[in-house]
């Protein structure tokens, strides 16, 4: 069993839409969730983090923890076609250096 | 501008040929790292370094060596390249590690025949 777990979809959504993102896990000791937005032939880049159960809203965007369910979620409204990318869930032990990767969901945003 | 710079962008290289895929960051950033992406497999870890001199493995680090002797380099090496090496490889800085979460070089897209 992987680590983390996230559907690879393709996601395709018109404008406007409410996209939801998910991962989930099997250690319970992940306590730092990161997701990560990747533009086609480009590295992926820090989209939130947040430190153990919670939510955390940034602009359009909303980072939503479930410790007990070891589930992570990644709200965005109103997308945009700005917002096609792959989307990465990350997570960590601590604050040390290795993270585990989920493998990624392609969303497609149609003007 | 801040950034982490990776070389070349793409490589085409036969088995057993030895080669350096540079990485350096200008950031300052005290946390270095390089992983795989591979379809259906994710990001993977070969190898971190938390300051120059201190390096460890990461979950997949057959066939890579790394070195980090100035805070700012830390060139991955493959001494002899396999076709199993054929990937996206991508070196990352950070200055806290998990905390703040990692930023991203543009990515070595390598062709092992």
């Known amino acids: 069993q992987k680590e983390v777990e996230q559907d690879p979809g393709p996601l395709s959504v018109p404008e406007g839409a409410i996209v939801s993102l998910n991962c989930t896990y099997s250690?319970?000791?992940?306590?730092?969730f990161m997701w990560y937005r990747q533009y086609s032939r480009k590295g992926p880049e820090l989209l939130m983090y947040?430190?153990?159960?919670g939510n955390k809203e940034d602009g359009r965007f909303t980072a939503q923890v479930d410790k007990s369910s070891k589930y992570i979620s990644l709200f965005i409204r109103d997308s945009q076609p700005s917002d096609s990318a792959t989307y990465l869930c990350?997570?960590?032990?601590?604050?040390?250096?290795?993270?585990?990767f989920g493998t990624g969901t392609s969303l497609t945003v149609i003007p | 501008e801040a950034q982490v710079t990776q070389n070349p962008r793409y490589l085409i290289t036969v088995t057993g040929k030895k080669l350096t895929v540079t990485c350096s960051q200008n950031?300052?950033?005290?946390?270095m790292s390089w992983y795989r992406q591979d379809p259906g497999l994710g990001l993977r870890q070969i190898y971190y370094?938390?300051?120059?001199?201190?390096?460890d493995k990461g979950d997949v680090p057959e066939g890579y060596k790394v070195s980090r002797k100035e805070k700012r380099n830390f060139p991955l090496i493959l001494e002899s390249p396999s076709p199993n090496q054929t990937s996206l490889y991508f070196c990352?800085?950070?200055?806290?590690?998990?905390?703040?979460?990692?930023?991203f070089g543009s990515g070595t897209r390598l062709t092992v025949v």
């Open positions: 990352a800085s950070s200055a806290t590690g998990a905390v703040l979460g990692y930023t």
């Open positions: 250690n319970s000791a992940f306590q730092y």
């Open positions: 947040t430190y153990s159960s």
């Open positions: 990350a997570m960590s032990l601590n604050t040390g250096n290795q993270f585990y």
């Open positions: 950031m300052n950033h005290e946390y």
């Open positions: 370094s938390m300051n120059v001199e201190v390096t």
